[in-house]
């Protein structure tokens, strides 16, 4: 699909490209697919190219001298990208426990959009979701496909410490919390597994493009895959058999 993309200089180090307002899987692929020629094309230049739902942004390790050159530059590049094919994503299987402490918000939660808890657990986690990028915090996922029917707006009163591997629902969207932070998402359950580490080389193992789907464990489970992190013994499920 061929979309009308809008360039302009963001800053005097960065252009922004925009794709329509949306969030859509085929468009995900068009973005991720210019952002591989972009960095395939700029070999020989360090630049940085970050991707949200509907945006590329370029940043470069100097002032643009010339911005119209460089706009020109981007468009022809556009017209490569249809010669790239992203591989087929893994689904990540991200462990998850819904009960108890794990789901604060789940009975406030579930009262509001009067759905039984065990039918909330069943459409969260029997969704394949779609990692469209990685921003907030380093290793926050922000997920797409999320089950209209769960769909309830952000806290009126943001929490100041969401615990860290809290799994929450924001709007339209779900998502895991990769460490210690403020949130005003409604916290459904808590994963174990680690998201980002500085240590690790990625950082972040899962990436935009990737999909997602959340395995509810129980209590007993949960707490051994956490030993299992700590000591470095656990290592994330990914597999491509799901449709």
Request: negative net charge.
């Amino acid at each position: 699909m061929i979309y009308d993309l809008q360039y302009s200089r963001f800053n005097d180090c960065s252009v922004l490209i925009e794709w329509p307002a949306v969030i859509d899987d085929v468009m995900l692929k068009s973005i991720l697919n210019f952002k591989m020629v972009i960095e395939n094309s700029y070999v020989k230049q360090n630049i940085e190219v970050i991707t949200t739902y509907n945006s590329i942004l370029v940043i470069y390790e100097v002032t643009i001298e010339d911005v119209n050159s460089e706009l020109l530059k981007l468009k022809a590049l556009n017209i490569q990208q249809n010669n790239y094919e992203i591989k087929e994503a893994p689904v990540w299987e991200i462990p998850v426990c819904y009960s108890g402490e794990f789901g604060m918000d789940l009975e406030s939660y579930s009262k509001t959009i009067n759905m039984s808890k065990p039918e909330i657990i069943k459409r969260h986690s029997e969704t394949i979701y779609t990692v469209f990028f990685i921003g907030f915090l380093p290793g926050f996922l922000y997920l797409g496909g999320l089950d209209p029917q769960l769909f309830l707006d952000r806290k009126t009163h943001p929490n100041l410490n969401v615990k860290k591997g809290s799994v929450a629902i924001g709007g339209n969207q779900t998502g895991i919390y990769p460490q210690n932070s403020p949130g005003g998402w409604h916290i459904i359950g808590n994963s174990p597994i680690e998201l980002f580490d500085s240590n690790q080389n990625p950082p972040c193992l899962i990436n935009a493009g990737d999909r997602v789907k959340f395995v509810p464990v129980e209590t007993l489970e949960y707490l051994d895959i956490l030993n299992a992190v700590r000591t470095f013994q656990y290592q994330l499920k990914s597999s491509n058999t799901y449709a």
